[in-house]
């Protein structure tokens, strides 16, 4: 049942000090007065009406100002990742997808959307192949037409909305159109993503004149506008999404797709795809039965398949019950967590597809005896090595071995993650993404927007032509995720916590560690989500941030066998708790991507 409407959402995000005080928001700047200074960005903040966090102080604002209206965490939510498709643009938007969790405190139950992007109807097995039946080069897969899936944001918005909202999508749209209309401030993060894509960029004359002005990535403090997008959200507000799915933004989506805009003159191949009007109309989000195991006496639910977050974190929670993290030693504790990754991976690999074209077995992968089975393969004494071979959910053998193990495939590490609460007690964990950093880099023109390359999530090709990969292309299917937003509830079906972080595959590490950090090894939610990771996806190493790997902890794993590469950064993880005397806690991302941005609607004062 949706919450009845109190009063209409502010149209502009307001500076965190005025939000958390209870300030009336300023006025807007949409009648030629420059933007108002980007809010402060905090990592972590208390208190009471409910809470927000996001890596983007803009976007949080945006979701802070719809609670402080009388809106629930799932106006919120939306709002804030409107807001994030202006801000962070090169993560999340509506030409991408996502996956969206929410708990319900009324009925003290999870539900879930699978909003993840389709293939065309056409797709088969060689989507990614040549002339010759040899996979394409990731990159020449990346930047083209046949990388993009039809989008699933902005009808997992109006799914969300219509269940559990209490506002429209106009309403909580606009706070996001009048960023876009007057700006944001351009830091050093977003900097530096426009430069990595410049050569791509550049090549796609509508991506170059919005992100490459003057024909080079924007300066840091500059203002970064976005009329287009502004015109798209006010459109999708008034006119809902058949705008998208049944009319005139869906067509120049297709024709974006399969006319892709580039550049006279450009050296580039940019191959053409094959989606369809059809294909946007045929598309439908999917309220799926969360996962849900049990861990120290909490109950951890997150997303089914098509994702393999909540398989995969869920598994590696089996695996590990029944060791004592709570008093083993740092590198004890990392190495058992490394293993249970390990596992889950190459389970992972074997197993997750599209549900709706693939026999997934959830139940077996999440049961306690599968678990039991894959956690005795792990020592204290030695590691094992990668890649490991999986076993087998629907017959567990406990310690097997052997059979032919699935490479885990790429998947773009710039997706962005959002975390609400609201003063009802309803939470929202909701990770929205265009794969790539800059997705496919190709803008549809006129309307403001990246195009996602989530197709390129797909396997290629089969590891081994004698097994079935769950993963391959197919009509209409659902490539698969490592999307993992997470909702933890007490035993009274009460939330305790929930996180997600973006990051491709290392997704499902990063929630794993950021939430056995918080459950087995008591650190704080922030200080959880800031300790430094490692990663391992069934392969060879394992990656570490360079805090790790250069710790004498990296020696004292290596004697155990684990071997390590260094990574700058993993993941961007954001999450809410609720804490004991009532107070909702945001926590984000000290250092990584910049720092995220936590906030509450009032740092005093009980309802």
């Given at each position: 049942m949706?919450?009845s409407?109190?009063?209409?959402?502010s149209?502009l995000?307001?500076?965190a000090?005025?939000?958390?005080?209870?300030?009336?928001?300023?006025?807007?700047?949409?009648?030629?007065r420059?933007?108002?200074?980007?809010?402060?960005?905090t990592?972590v903040?208390?208190?009471?009406?409910?809470?927000?966090?996001?890596?983007?102080?803009?976007?949080?604002?945006?979701?802070?100002?719809?609670?402080?209206n009388?809106?629930?965490a799932?106006?919120?939510?939306?709002?804030?990742a409107?807001a994030?498709?202006?801000?962070?643009?090169?993560s999340s938007?509506?030409?991408?997808?996502?996956y969206?969790?929410?708990?319900d405190?009324?009925?003290?139950?999870?539900h879930?959307?699978?909003?993840?992007?389709?293939a065309p109807?056409?797709?088969?097995?060689?989507?990614?192949?040549?002339?010759?039946?040899?996979?394409?080069?990731?990159?020449?897969a990346?930047?083209?037409g046949?990388?993009v899936?039809?989008?699933?944001?902005?009808?997992?918005?109006?799914?969300a909305l219509r269940?559990?909202?209490?506002?429209?999508?106009?309403?909580?749209l606009t706070?996001?159109?009048?960023?876009a209309?007057d700006?944001f401030?351009?830091?050093?993060?977003?900097?530096?993503?426009?430069?990595?894509?410049?050569?791509?960029?550049?090549?796609?004359p509508?991506t170059?004149?919005?992100?490459l002005?003057h024909?080079?990535?924007?300066?840091?403090?500059s203002?970064?506008r976005?009329?287009?997008?502004?015109r798209?959200?006010e459109?999708?507000?008034?006119?809902?999404?058949?705008?998208l799915?049944?009319?005139?933004?869906?067509?120049?989506?297709?024709?974006?797709?399969?006319?892709p805009?580039?550049a006279?003159?450009?050296?580039r191949?940019?191959?053409?795809?094959?989606?369809?009007?059809?294909?946007?109309?045929?598309?439908?989000?999917v309220?799926?039965k969360?996962?849900?195991?049990?861990y120290?006496?909490?109950?951890?639910?997150?997303?089914?398949?098509?994702?393999?977050?909540?398989?995969?974190v869920g598994?590696?929670l089996?695996?590990?019950?029944?060791?004592?993290?709570?008093?083993a030693?740092?590198?004890?504790?990392?190495?058992h967590y490394?293993?249970a990754?390990?596992?889950a991976?190459?389970d992972?690999?074997?197993w997750v597809?599209?549900?709706?074209?693939?026999?997934?077995?959830?139940a077996g992968?999440?049961?306690r005896?599968?678990?039991?089975?894959?956690?005795?393969?792990?020592s204290d004494s030695?590691?094992?090595?990668?890649p490991?071979a999986?076993?087998?959910?629907?017959?567990p053998?406990?310690?097997?071995?052997?059979?032919?193990?699935v490479?885990t495939?790429?998947?773009?590490?710039?997706?962005?993650h959002?975390t609400?609460?609201?003063?009802?007690g309803?939470?929202?964990?909701?990770?929205?993404?265009?794969?790539?950093?800059?997705?496919?880099?190709m803008?549809?023109?006129?309307?403001?927007?990246l195009?996602?390359?989530e197709?390129?999530d797909?396997?290629?090709?089969?590891a081994?032509?004698?097994?079935?990969?769950?993963?391959?292309p197919?009509?209409g299917?659902?490539?698969?995720?490592?999307?993992s937003?997470?909702?933890?509830?007490?035993?009274?079906?009460?939330?305790?916590?929930?996180?997600?972080?973006?990051?491709?595959?290392?997704i499902?590490?990063?929630?794993l560690?950021?939430?056995?950090?918080r459950?087995?090894?008591?650190?704080?939610?922030?200080?959880a989500i800031?300790?430094?990771?490692?990663?391992q996806r069934?392969?060879?190493?394992?990656?570490?941030?360079?805090?790790?790997?250069?710790?004498?902890?990296?020696?004292?794993?290596e004697?155990?066998?684990?071997?390590?590469?260094?990574?700058d950064?993993?993941?961007?993880a954001?999450?809410?708790?609720?804490?004991?005397?009532?107070?909702?806690?945001?926590?984000?991302?000290?250092?990584?991507?910049?720092g995220?941005?936590a906030m509450?609607?009032?740092?005093?004062?009980?309802?």
């Amino acid at each position: 049942m949706r919450r009845s409407t109190a009063r209409n959402v502010s149209a502009l995000a307001v500076t965190a000090a005025m939000l958390t005080a209870g300030a009336a928001a300023p006025p807007s700047a949409a009648h030629g007065r420059a933007p108002a200074a980007a809010p402060a960005k905090t990592p972590v903040a208390t208190g009471y009406g409910g809470a927000v966090a996001s890596v983007d102080a803009d976007a949080t604002a945006a979701g802070i100002q719809v609670l402080k209206n009388g809106g629930n965490a799932v106006d919120a939510a939306v709002a804030t990742a409107a807001a994030l498709g202006v801000t962070e643009p090169y993560s999340s938007g509506i030409g991408g997808g996502g996956y969206f969790v929410y708990y319900d405190a009324k009925s003290r139950t999870v539900h879930t959307i699978d909003g993840r992007e389709t293939a065309p109807a056409s797709a088969g097995t060689g989507l990614f192949l040549d002339e010759n039946g040899k996979p394409l080069p990731f990159d020449d897969a990346v930047t083209s037409g046949r990388s993009v899936g039809a989008p699933g944001t902005a009808a997992t918005w109006d799914s969300a909305l219509r269940a559990w909202g209490s506002r429209s999508l106009g309403q909580v749209l606009t706070p996001a159109e009048h960023l876009a209309k007057d700006g944001f401030t351009v830091d050093e993060t977003f900097r530096s993503q426009t430069a990595a894509n410049q050569a791509r960029f550049a090549d796609f004359p509508d991506t170059a004149k919005l992100f490459l002005p003057h024909g080079a990535p924007p300066a840091v403090g500059s203002t970064l506008r976005n009329p287009d997008l502004a015109r798209t959200y006010e459109k999708l507000g008034r006119q809902g999404i058949g705008l998208l799915y049944h009319g005139d933004l869906g067509r120049d989506i297709v024709r974006t797709v399969r006319t892709p805009p580039v550049a006279p003159g450009t050296t580039r191949v940019v191959r053409p795809g094959d989606l369809t009007t059809g294909d946007l109309a045929r598309y439908g989000t999917v309220f799926r039965k969360p996962t849900e195991v049990s861990y120290r006496g909490l109950d951890v639910y997150g997303m089914a398949p098509s994702s393999s977050g909540g398989t995969s974190v869920g598994e590696a929670l089996n695996i590990l019950r029944n060791t004592d993290l709570k008093h083993a030693s740092q590198v004890q504790y990392l190495h058992h967590y490394i293993e249970a990754s390990r596992i889950a991976f190459a389970d992972r690999g074997r197993w997750v597809g599209d549900p709706a074209q693939e026999d997934v077995p959830t139940a077996g992968l999440l049961s306690r005896r599968f678990g039991d089975s894959r956690a005795c393969l792990i020592s204290d004494s030695h590691a094992l090595t990668s890649p490991l071979a999986p076993g087998d959910p629907r017959h567990p053998v406990p310690c097997a071995s052997g059979g032919k193990a699935v490479p885990t495939t790429y998947e773009g590490q710039n997706t962005t993650h959002l975390t609400v609460a609201d003063k009802w007690g309803d939470v929202v964990a909701y990770t929205l993404t265009i794969e790539q950093t800059g997705g496919s880099a190709m803008t549809v023109p006129g309307r403001g927007f990246l195009l996602n390359n989530e197709l390129t999530d797909f396997s290629f090709a089969p590891a081994d032509p004698a097994v079935h990969d769950p993963n391959l292309p197919g009509p209409g299917k659902r490539p698969r995720s490592s999307i993992s937003p997470t909702v933890v509830l007490d035993r009274d079906h009460r939330p305790v916590f929930a996180i997600g972080s973006p990051g491709g595959a290392s997704i499902i590490t990063t929630v794993l560690q950021t939430l056995t950090n918080r459950v087995d090894r008591g650190m704080p939610l922030v200080d959880a989500i800031a300790a430094p990771r490692a990663s391992q996806r069934n392969a060879a190493t394992t990656e570490l941030e360079p805090a790790l790997y250069n710790s004498p902890l990296r020696g004292q794993l290596e004697a155990l066998g684990q071997k390590f590469t260094q990574i700058d950064e993993i993941g961007a993880a954001t999450g809410v708790e609720r804490l004991p005397d009532g107070r909702w806690q945001a926590a984000a991302e000290k250092v990584r991507r910049g720092g995220g941005s936590a906030m509450v609607v009032r740092r005093s004062g009980p309802q």
